[in-house]
């Protein structure tokens, strides 16, 4: 199937679920599915009249020039115009080409974020907490909701992990990038030589699974209850009302003691799980679907390193795109971070391009 032919195809499913809204016997479910599916059509659709008048006014130009009794300043406007739909065309291509790469279902979502202090002791936890604030600052940039569900804190103002969940426009689209391995390197306010420390921490960007997403069987959960402990073994609680649920199929653990209620942390450790769920299943396709992609992009595993924070030279650079940007500052006020956003959807978006042309 020609380009145009693609086109074509786009405008006619645009026209037809546009008569289908008209109809007066939709179901409210009918209407919002068919309200969301013309909300996205309508987008490339305009994309594409856009690209169509283009080419019909190059066209036209192209006639005026071939015309022998046009006359001269009549030619001399059409030449103009010709050469700026030239360049003008390809731009609009490839604007149309990038609407029309397969959707990522989970980007509408809302986030699970996860941080970890990995390797650096004290320091690497300081850097955890960095980066905590940094996206939660990110939050606050796009009039995101951040809300804390759990944090461990290290006693010198780092933390050894916390989970936050993030609720706004297309937050996984934005973040599901930032999984990974985020490596420092600054001297520690403690050291008195001057020596430079690397230290790490993991992010790991899941996106909120729904329950029409993942179903969790009752059957697949080992819940066990004890009681919610602070820093140094202090009782922070006198009732049994920690949750630890194990998903007996993958194995994979859930603790949650931050609130009082028993009930309260088994509600967080199951949002928590679920969406640790629907990635791996994410992941799953995505390695069946594209090794290639994966190579080019990073997997968004959080063994992987994807980022280097410089302190003496201001530097952050992203590994898997090498750009590099002398805005550490920015970055870490959250500023910034859309620059390398931005470059790593445009690589993915180019990657998935090559593939499919």
């Not at 569900?149 to 992990?161: D, P």
């Not at 006198?238 to 009082?260: F, L, M, W």
């Not at 805005?327 to 090559?354: I, S």
């Amino acid at each position: 199937m020609s380009l145009n032919e693609k086109l074509d195809s786009v405008l006619k499913n645009f026209e037809d679920v546009q008569a289908r809204l008209a109809s007066p016997d939709l179901t409210p479910d009918d209407m919002a599915r068919l309200g969301k599916e013309f909300n996205e059509l309508q987008k490339v659709a305009e994309k594409i009249n856009a690209y169509k008048k283009a080419q019909n006014d190059m066209q036209e130009a192209e006639s005026i020039l071939a015309e022998e009794s046009a006359d001269a300043e009549m030619k001399e406007l059409a030449n103009e115009e010709f050469y700026e739909l030239k360049e003008k065309l390809p731009e609009l291509e490839q604007e149309i080409k990038i609407l029309l790469l397969p959707k990522d279902k989970a980007d509408e979502k809302n986030a699970i974020i996860e941080f970890r202090a990995g390797a650096g002791g004290d320091e690497a936890g300081l850097f955890a907490h960095d980066l905590f604030t940094m996206y939660q600052r990110y939050a606050g940039i796009h009039n995101w909701k951040f809300e804390t569900i759990s944090i461990s804190h290290t006693g010198v103002g780092g933390i050894k992990e916390a989970v936050a969940e993030i609720t706004g426009n297309d937050v996984f689209a934005r973040l599901k990038f930032e999984s990974g391995v985020h490596r420092v390197q600054r001297v520690p306010e403690t050291e008195s030589g001057g020596r430079i420390h690397t230290s790490t921490a993991t992010v790991a960007v899941l996106p909120e699974a729904e329950d029409v997403d993942i179903e969790v069987h009752e059957k697949d959960l080992r819940v066990d209850v004890f009681r919610a402990s602070g820093p140094g073994g202090q009782s922070v609680n006198t009732t049994d009302s920690a949750v630890r649920i194990t998903h007996i199929p993958t194995g994979i653990v859930v603790s949650q003691q931050d609130e009082k209620s028993q009930h309260k942390n088994r509600a967080k450790a199951l949002k928590i799980l679920k969406a640790r769920l629907f990635e791996a299943e994410r992941q799953r396709l995505a390695d069946e679907r594209s090794a290639a992609r994966k190579g080019q992009v990073g997997t968004g595993d959080r063994s992987e390193r994807i980022r280097t924070y410089n302190f003496q030279q201001g530097r952050v650079t992203d590994h898997r795109i090498n750009l590099t940007l002398y805005k550490l500052d920015e970055m870490l006020l959250g500023t910034a971070l859309d620059e390398f956003v931005d470059a790593l959807t445009t690589e993915d978006q180019a990657v998935r391009l090559a593939e499919i042309t």
